[in-house]
């Protein structure tokens, strides 16, 4: 099945640094990517849309300025979490649609990145 | 708002076949009945999906109901790495995936 990778996959950062997750498609063009949030023992919380070359779309109550979002190409979507906190402190998962793949199953789930802010 | 009502938790003996309902009472036409779970730490894995016909896979069984109001999702022998939060998801095709809060299913030895 297709493949999505996240970098890093653990980041320990300081409070008021910014930090940046990777999401890449390894062997299929996605133009379309999502990323999620997830704190512990909760289900996935979808913060918004990636889509490439063009601006992401946030679900209500994200920060777009905190959490900016660039899809610059049709294989990679990055996540800068700015100024993070220690709220911000979750489990960031980001997904990639594959449209050549109807039919199956169209989504592929990355890995996850766990993000401790101190 | 998920669309999707499951329980909480469940638990399976291992080796038994384990047996994850799911109500949609809502369901679109145009709308499937996915299937994800997630192991611990990782991110979610697709498992299964089906429109109104019941389907097969190497992983599961997705029986769903002919009103399309609700659905099961079989996990034949079931095993402890079967451990894991099972989704149920009703959506269209190339919708975004929303999350509800899911079926912790619990792989008894």
């Known amino acids: 099945g297709a493949v999505v990778s996240q970098h890093p996959s653990r980041v320990i950062c300081k409070s008021g640094t910014s930090v940046k997750i990777e999401c890449r498609s390894l062997?299929?063009?996605?133009?379309?990517m999502f990323w999620y949030r997830q704190f512990p023992k909760q289900s996935l919380m979808l913060m918004a849309t990636s889509n490439e070359g063009s601006k992401a779309t946030y679900e209500q109550g994200v920060e777009k300025d905190k959490f900016l979002i660039n899809h610059a190409s049709l294989t990679l979507s990055t996540l800068t979490v700015t100024s993070a906190h220690p709220e911000d402190s979750s489990f960031y998962i980001c997904?990639?649609?594959?449209?050549?793949?109807?039919?199956?199953?169209?989504?592929?789930f990355g890995p996850g990145t766990r993000l401790t802010v101190l | 708002d998920a669309k999707t009502t499951q329980p909480p938790s469940m638990d399976c003996a291992e080796g038994r076949a384990a047996n994850l309902p799911c109500n949609h009472s809502t369901i679109s036409g145009n709308e499937y009945v996915y299937w994800y779970r997630q192991i611990h730490s990782q991110g979610p894995q697709y498992i299964i999906h089906g429109l109104k016909n019941n389907e097969t896979n190497e992983m599961a069984s997705l029986i769903i109901t002919e009103d399309r109001k609700s659905s099961t999702l079989i996990l034949p022998h079931a095993t402890l790495r079967d451990t894991a939060v099972y989704y149920c998801?009703?959506?269209?095709?190339?919708?975004?995936?929303?999350f509800g809060k899911g079926t912790r299913l619990h792989i008894l030895p």
């Open positions: 997904s990639a649609l594959n449209p050549g793949n109807r039919g199956v199953n169209e989504q592929f």
């Open positions: 062997d299929f063009q996605a133009t379309t």
């Open positions: 998801i009703v959506r269209a095709r190339d919708d975004k995936i929303i």
